[in-house]
């Protein structure tokens, strides 16, 4: 077979087909697009055609099978094919006959129920969870923590507690780990509080610094509370009222979290701290740490329910996906509820990505 006689052969093959003539012979074939994957097919070739050409061959009779039995799936091979395969580049044409007979087949899995209510829920009314009411009512005496899951609406203790220390005449001081985050919360306080009374500082922008509500990340902060130490300061601390300090899990950071540390230890008295977080480990500790070195005690907010279930999901880079467990919800401990069709795709990506250069 010619070099062009043998590439016309593989432009025609799915490219399914060619990821599995590829199998063992070319080191992360499965990221390469079909054109590329024909040009190292031929490639490599170039030192062992007769052994291309028969594995071609093979599979090219056993298509029709294999179509039958996985459906027109433009992926490679299943990783049961792959399990019960020889050593690299050691591929047997007489093993493939018995391909489909290696394992039971497990039935497909039910995508339907997996994806089943997601999307955007009718409108409701808004009436705030008790948690909610529960930390801006304590924030009202104390220092507080929210330690609740993503998702659960800390926003709203925070954008609440904000507006009662407006409407009591106090400066609002909200910091975030990220620029971004801070240009986002800018965007969205703007919006709620109107824009003559939201600033910003970062390391990038310095907009409005005079006003009640100030976003910025925590750095600066911590920065401010060092000038205002050494009294050059533009921004008036005087009348702080509340720090929030949202995803304040950065505390438990190794090279960040010192920031975290000395921001809280440097806070006004004065001022209520609100730390929001969906995943501080130990907040209890970090809640009596705030007792034991602030004027008030701290109160911690926290509860492990999810407004928005979690659903866990194998996405294969071939684009398929699966629910990763058997049941829907996501289960502990037990590597058995895990869904075969994921461990098979997961198997089957580790095989052709994790092998090592067969030449
Ligand atoms: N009591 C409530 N009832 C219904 N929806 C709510 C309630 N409180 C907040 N929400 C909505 O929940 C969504 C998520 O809220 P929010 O962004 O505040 O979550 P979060 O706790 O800050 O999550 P993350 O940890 O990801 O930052 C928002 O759309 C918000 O409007
Ligand atoms: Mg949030």
């Not at 028969?54 to 049961?80: C, I, M």
Request: glycine share 6%; aromatic share 6%.
């Amino acid at each position: 077979m010619t070099t062009d006689e043998l590439e016309k052969l593989l432009a025609q093959q799915p490219v399914g087909f060619l990821h599995r003539l590829a199998s063992g012979r070319i080191h992360r074939h499965f990221r390469l697009g079909k054109r590329r994957l024909i040009d190292a097919l031929l490639r490599h070739s170039a030192d062992n055609r007769a052994g291309m050409e028969s594995d071609l061959q093979t599979l090219t009779k056993e298509r029709p099978r294999y179509e039958q039995s996985v459906g027109h799936r433009q992926h490679p091979e299943p990783a049961a094919h792959q399990a019960k395969r020889p050593g690299h580049g050691e591929r047997h044409p007489a093993k493939a006959g018995h391909e489909g007979s290696a394992e039971p087949a497990e039935p497909a899995p039910d995508l339907t129920a997996f994806l089943e209510g997601i999307g955007v829920p009718p409108p409701q009314p808004f009436v705030p969870d008790a948690w909610q009411e529960e930390a801006l009512a304590h924030l009202a005496e104390t220092d507080v923590i929210v330690s609740v899951p993503t998702g659960s609406g800390k926003t709203y203790v925070a954008i609440e507690a904000t507006r009662r220390a407006i409407e009591a005449e106090c400066t609002v001081i909200y910091t975030s780990p990220l620029k971004a985050l801070s240009n986002t919360k800018f965007t969205e306080f703007s919006r709620i509080f109107g824009a003559d009374r939201v600033g910003i500082l970062t390391g990038d922008r310095k907009d409005n610094p005079q006003a009640p509500l100030l976003i910025m990340t925590t750095e600066i902060l911590r920065n401010l509370l060092y000038d205002a130490a050494g009294g050059e300061i533009d921004v008036r601390l005087d009348t702080l009222g509340l720090v929030i300090m949202d995803e304040s899990q950065y505390i438990a950071d190794p090279e960040r979290g010192v920031v975290w540390e000395e921001t809280i230890i440097f806070c006004p008295t004065q001022a209520r701290l609100l730390l929001l977080s969906a995943s501080i480990g130990n907040p209890q500790d970090v809640a009596d740490w705030l007792t034991s070195i602030r004027p008030t005690p701290c109160y911690l907010v926290r509860h492990h329910r999810r407004s928005v279930p979690l659903r866990a999901g194998y996405l294969h880079p071939s684009g398929k996906l699966t629910p990763l467990f058997r049941s829907v919800g996501i289960p502990h401990g037990s590597a058995a509820a895990l869904h075969p069709e994921a461990k098979r795709l997961f198997a089957h990506y580790e095989d052709e990505t994790l092998r090592p250069r067969s030449h």
